[in-house]
């Protein structure tokens, strides 16, 4: 006879968190303003990304920075640099943001005046893709020099991602072992609506179609 009880704490956990992230969504809804969840492995080009993000974008909407690591301010000082406001979150040894920590970082930050927040999640493939932050929207980057199979090694991060940005694509001719079709198929396959953009944060190519893509999700989450 069992005489001891089970709990299944890893679906209690994800279930408090994901009741947390739709309230945290109602509230950012509320106040009209856009968050954006961005995951990706360390060194893909988060940063480098938002820098040339905000460059084209702050002239038409007002962007805020929310940073996250394990430890370091590097990326909100360099974020900083660009006019944005940011604001660092230290994990405090932790993998990944939830739907608590994101409105701490929230709170702290003060959002009821930006259009569009960025939250830049931990650099991590897995445990990023485990926890809904309240964000509208999920995006990744993938880097061409990690390899164009990472979808297969990765599923469910390519799956919860609404867009999926290819970047590096300015070193295809040194990586040429890189297939930017076999990438995009293995991201439909998993995840059929997921938007797929090729992009250098170095050169500026693809950002067109990036920014386009903001404009209209955060266009639509404030007039709708």
């Not at 301010?73 to 990944?96: K, S």
């Not at 650099?123 to 893709?129: I, M, S």
């Not at 072992?177 to 944060?201: C, G, M, T």
């Amino acid at each position: 006879m069992q005489d001891y009880k089970v709990i299944e704490v890893k679906r209690s956990i994800f279930e408090d968190n994901d009741a947390d992230a739709a309230r945290l969504r109602d509230e950012l809804k509320e106040q009209k303003t856009f968050l954006l969840n961005l995951m990706s492995s360390p060194g893909a080009g988060k940063t480098t990304t938002l820098r040339q993000t905000i460059s084209r974008l702050k002239d038409e909407m007002r962007i805020g920075v929310m940073e996250a690591d394990i430890d370091s301010d590097v990326d909100a000082a360099t974020i900083a640099e660009t006019g944005a406001r940011a604001i660092q979150i230290h994990t405090g040894g932790m993998c990944h943001l939830d739907a608590d920590m994101t409105r701490q970082g929230i709170h702290e930050f003060g959002t009821d005046d930006l259009d569009l927040v960025v939250l830049e999640n931990v650099g991590n493939l897995v445990c990023p893709a485990e926890f809904d932050t309240g964000s509208v929207k999920n995006a990744m980057i993938l880097s061409v020099p990690e390899g164009d199979d990472k979808p297969l090694k990765y599923p469910l991060m390519f799956s919860i991602c609404d867009v999926v940005l290819i970047n590096k694509c300015d070193t295809l001719s040194v990586f040429d072992d890189f297939s930017k079709e076999a990438v995009e198929e293995r991201i439909k396959k998993l995840n059929p609506n997921a938007q797929v953009i090729f992009v250098s944060a170095k050169t500026g190519e693809g950002f067109d179609a990036w920014c386009d893509w903001l404009r209209k999700e955060v266009a639509d989450w404030q007039n709708n």
